[in-house]
């Protein structure tokens, strides 16, 4: 059972990350800030013109890793599906925010990309995202994997 909620976590951090992915042009204009992750993560390993399906690929992966985790310890976590989602990505992306600075000094393509570090602007944006990342893969996650009573073999009146 481990696994097939795990597997199903998966694919709700597939579904949330190709959501964010999707809504960062929009972003960008709201924000004023040409931070783009896709953009981040595929020139990190490609220098060429092809970082932009690379970057998508490992943004996926990296929604993917997430939503697997996630899938495994939600049910241990209060509130509804989208707001334990949300709740979770906020956590993550706070804990790791202040990585930025090591980012902005060591990424290869750093010249071509914005600073994050001290970008009030940029910070609010990646707020944005994990917003969106999190209810997203709550909300999916809920559908993909039922309730733990139910995965059990518990019937809802009994629980």
Do not use: I
């Not at 090591?102 to 944006?125: E, F, I, M, N, Y």
């Amino acid at each position: 059972m481990k696994t097939r909620r795990a597997a199903n976590g998966a694919l709700a951090g597939v579904a949330a990350a190709a959501v964010w992915a999707a809504q960062q042009p929009l972003d960008q204009r709201v924000f004023r800030c040409s931070f783009d992750d896709v953009e981040l993560l595929g020139r990190w390993v490609t220098r060429g013109k092809r970082w932009r399906g690379v970057g998508l690929v490992l943004h996926l992966q990296n929604g993917a890793g997430f939503g697997a985790l996630y899938g495994l310890v939600q049910h241990r976590l209060p509130g509804p599906p989208p707001v334990r989602g949300a709740a979770v990505a906020m956590v993550e992306h706070l804990a790791t925010w202040p990585l930025v600075r090591v980012v902005d000094r060591v990424h290869p393509a750093r010249r071509k990309l914005p600073t994050l570090a001290g970008s009030r602007r940029a910070l609010a944006q990646a707020t944005w995202r994990h917003l969106v990342f999190g209810l997203v893969l709550g909300a999916v996650e809920a559908r993909l994997n039922p309730p733990q009573a139910a995965a059990v073999g518990v019937s809802p009146a009994s629980a």
